[in-house]
T-cell receptor, first 108, second 117 residues
Framework: DAKTTQPPSMDCAEGRAANLPCNHS???????VYWYRQIHSQGPQYIIH???NNETNEMASLIITEDRKSSTLILPHATLRDTAVYYC?????????FGAGTTVTVRA | GAGVSQSPSNKVTEKGKDVELRCDPISGHTALYWYRQSLGQGLEFLIY????????KSGLPSDRFSAERTGGSVSTLTIQRTQQEDSAVYLC???????????????FGPGTRLLVL
């Protein structure tokens, strides 16, 4: 699977949009981009995934650049409960692996 | 709807004892996965079940680890003769399927926190 690079941490104000970047410059054509998050002491939570088109669901939006070498997860209105570690994963098979992720802290 | 459930949520055992961890996947999900997450470590794949196919056991760290899935639903992960290095959070996930070319996301349970003294 392609390697991803994420900033180690970021802060976000409650009620504002949180934009989480991810670089995956070695992504191959059949690899999807997935986002998960893990709130302290809980299991990972699936957020969203996409191949090349932008995607939106009730939790977030995923913007993938045209060359697919990077993506951005957007939490439109961050709440305190969105404080978590966010993982960007690029994979083509079923074995998930998480890197260090981005620790997002939402502040009131 | 009901998500993936795991039991027990916490397990403390003594070195050398056997433990069984249970996973109930989301109803209708044919694929089931076990992972391990150690303190400060990433996610480690252990085993994968897909329908009636032979499981992929390539991630099991030793022959002390085994898993089964009965009736295509509930799965049990067994660790024999536990060691202190087995202490970790054991996570189960399920998905609609994992055939090549599909993109079905995996949904995780809350995990079982295992502590081997």
């Amino acid at each position: 699977d392609a390697k991803t690079t994420q900033p180690p941490s970021m802060d976000c104000a409650e009620g504002r949009a949180a934009n989480l970047p991810c670089n995956h410059s070695t992504i191959s054509g059949n690899e999807y981009v997935y986002w998960y998050r893990q709130i302290h002491s809980q299991g990972p939570q699936y957020i969203i995934h996409g191949l090349k088109n932008n995607e939106t669901n009730e939790m977030a939006s995923l913007i993938i650049t045209e060359d697919r070498k990077s993506s951005t997860l957007i939490l439109p209105h961050a709440t305190l409960r969105d404080t978590a570690v966010y993982y960007c994963i690029v994979r083509a098979d079923y074995k998930l692996s998480f890197g260090a992720g981005t620790t997002v802290t939402v502040r009131a | 709807g009901a998500g993936v459930s795991q039991s027990p949520s916490n397990k403390v055992t003594e070195k050398g004892k056997d433990v069984e961890l249970r996973c109930d996947p989301i109803s209708g999900h044919t694929a089931l996965y076990w992972y391990r997450q150690s303190l400060g470590q990433g996610l480690e794949f252990l085993i994968y079940f897909q329908g009636n196919s032979a499981p992929d056991k390539s991630g099991l760290p030793s022959d002390r680890f085994s898993a089964e899935r009965t009736g295509g639903s509930v799965s049990t992960l067994t660790i024999q003769r536990t060691q202190q290095e087995d202490s970790a959070v054991y996570l189960c996930a399920s998905s609609l399927g994992a055939l090549a070319g599909t993109s079905e996301p995996q949904y995780f349970g809350p995990g079982t926190r295992l502590l081997v003294l």
